[in-house]
T-cell receptor, first 112, second 116 residues
Framework: DAKTTQPPSMDCAEGRAANLPCNHS???????VYWYRQIHSQGPQYIIHGLKNNETNEMASLIITEDRKSSTLILPHATLRDTAVYYC?????????????FGQGTILTVHP | DGGITQSPKYLFRKEGQNVTLSCEQNLNHDAMYWYRQDPGQGLRLIYY???????QKGDIAEGYSVSREKKESFPLTVTSAQKNPTAFYLC???????????????FGSGTRLTVV
């Protein structure tokens, strides 16, 4: 699986958009980009995933660059409850799940 | 609703005692996993099992043991041989083969183990 790089921490004002970047420059053609988040003392929660097109769901939007070497998770109107650690993971379709590698992620702090 | 249940949420253990953490899933997932998380760190894989009666060591298996007698259950025993057992333990389950969908990998809510 391709390695990902994320900034260790970010801040965002409540009500504003939070844009969390992820670099995955070694991603291959069949690998998806996944985002999870972990609120303190809970298990990671799936947010969104995509292959090459931009994706949107009720939680967030995912923007993947045309060369697929980076992506941005967008929380359009951040709330205090969005304060969490956000993990970007790359995974290839057709592979056995095995372990997912969660690095240190980005600590997002949403402040009033 | 389908999901993963970990119990208890908080657990205290005296040094030198073994303790077993429970993990049950009703998602009909084939694979199950145990991760350990220390403060400010990512998740590290302890053990995983892709089928009943079979399991493999992860990156930090020393001092831990598991069993997989039923598809739904994957208990983790933290033995007295684990030198630094105080941590947050997460159980997860997944379908066997990644199919590009979003809901193939699910985590429990975790057990926080403290050795006193």
């Amino acid at each position: 699986d391709a390695k990902t790089t994320q900034p260790p921490s970010m801040d965002c004002a409540e009500g504003r958009a939070a844009n969390l970047p992820c670099n995955h420059s070694t991603i291959s053609g069949n690998e998806y980009v996944y985002w999870y988040r972990q609120i303190h003392s809970q298990g990671p929660q799936y947010i969104i995933h995509g292959l090459k097109n931009n994706e949107t769901n009720e939680m967030a939007s995912l923007i993947i660059t045309e060369d697929r070497k980076s992506s941005t998770l967008i929380l359009p109107h951040a709330t205090l409850r969005d304060t969490a650690v956000y993990y970007c993971i790359v995974r290839g379709r057709g592979t056995s799940y095995g372990k997912l590698t969660f690095g240190q992620g980005t600590i997002l702090t949403v402040h009033p | 609703d389908g999901g993963i249940t970990q119990s208890p949420k908080y657990l205290f253990r005296k040094e030198g005692q073994n303790v077993t953490l429970s993990c049950e899933q009703n998602l009909n997932h084939d694979a199950m996993y145990w991760y350990r998380q220390d403060p400010g760190q990512g998740l590290r894989l302890i053990y995983y099992s892709q089928i009943v009666n079979d399991f493999q060591k992860g990156d930090i298996a020393e001092g831990y043991s598991v069993s997989r007698e039923k598809k739904e259950s994957f208990p983790l025993t933290v033995t007295s041989a684990q030198k630094n057992p105080t941590a947050f333990y997460l159980c997860a389950s997944s379908i066997e083969m990644f199919d590009g969908t979003g809901d193939g990998y699910t985590f429990g809510s975790g057990t926080r183990l403290t050795v006193v």
